[in-house]
């Protein structure tokens, strides 16, 4: 296991994540858990970051849009913020896919699933993947079930070339036009290709990355200018990056500044 990270929001809270088993490293970036007890009327901003996800509650579940979450959730890729209070003791485990990963254990294209959680059993409905999780004793167990799982859901392993075009996409002044030459397809193909193995546009999946770098810079150097943050990100002014961050975190730079909570940082790539 790796303890890479580790939250001190509300009573003994603590965020850990764990490396998957080599044979998923090209498609699950990272196992993630959370535990400890929530703080009264807490709420936490979980933002884009260009991956989908799995999410096991094995204590009290989350609660979003005045409803509890089911106790097993699918995440499809998020183009906008989503707003969750942790109730409770709270005991949540995660399955992070890299940007195309989800892609390699499931039969339907990623866009079906874009901006919408749905209960896992919807996904993979003969797994149990709660009652499998909850019954092991150690969290050493819980990673190996979850290795288990998914290494017998594993159909196809990632293209090489679209994994290059993924990288590409996360370089500062990456064009569409020229990664679909690299890729020996049309711009269309390229387009369609890209929604069916991540969900999004090649150009939607860009910003997220550009947005996510630029949470990154700014932790970074925190006493740098948003200018000057905006323009080492690739932003072409500073307007850009405020528009991109009015549609993924649902207000301004400051705004989101003022209001990030340790746990919505974890997310960030």
Known sequence: LQRLREWGGGEGMKFLTHAPHPALRAVVRTYWTLEGVAMPDQEERILPDGHGEIVIHLGDPFWHSNCPQPGSL???????????SPRGRVSAFGVSFTPHGAAAFTRFPQHETVDRIVPLEDVFPRDAWRER????????????????????????PPDRRFTRA??????????????????????????????????LSPKTMHRIFRFQRTLGLRAAKPEESWAAIAAESGYYDQSHL???????????PQGLEESFTELGRHFVR
């Open 74 to 84: 699918w995440i499809g890729q998020m183009r906008t913020s989503t707003d969750l």
């Open 133 to 156: 999780l909850g019954n092991e004793p150690s969290l050493a167990e819980r990673v190996a079930a979850a290795d288990e799982i998914l290494l017998r859901r594993f159909q196809r």
């Open 166 to 199: 993924l990288a590409y996409l996360g370089q500062t002044r990456a064009s569409i036009d020229s990664l679909a030459t690299q890729c020996g397809v049309s711009r269309r193909q390229l387009e369609r290709q890209f929604r069916s193995t991540t969900g």
């Open 242 to 252: 405020i528009a991109d961050f009015r549609q993924f975190s649902g207000g301004t």
